[in-house]
């Protein structure tokens, strides 16, 4: 099963950027398909997009055209790049791997997007 440890949180003013890494150990990262979630107090976790074994990419309609997922197999790392932040885009942001019916996820990263 694959290990994950998430950086790169902090805070930022609104229209700032942020790029979130994720750290893999453990497995084969590269048939992994990788995704971002976030959860905000009070609210369930969503998926903030996705990249399949492939490279392949989804997003939610929310951060469509602000937020970019890539991931660098040759580093095991998978990353969310997020410009034009918003407040509402505040919350802890985890990374999962999934593979099959097997999921793991990071520990969480905190991101708050205020002035």
């Known amino acids: 099963q694959v290990q994950l440890v998430e950086s790169g949180g902090g805070l930022v003013q609104p229209g700032g950027s942020l790029r979130l890494s994720c750290a893999a150990s453990g497995s084969i990262f590269s048939i992994y398909a990788m995704g971002w979630y976030r959860q905000a107090p009070g609210k369930q976790r969503e998926l903030v997009a996705g990249?399949?074994?492939?490279?392949?990419?989804n997003y939610a309609d929310s951060v469509k055209g602000r937020f970019t997922i890539s991931r660098d197999n040759a580093k095991n790392t998978v990353y969310l790049q997020m410009n034009s932040l918003k407040p509402e885009d505040t919350a802890v942001y985890y990374c999962n791997a999934r593979i099959g019916m097997v999921s793991s996820w990071g520990q969480g990263t905190q991101v708050t997007v205020s002035s």
């Open positions: 990249i399949t074994s492939g490279g392949s990419t």
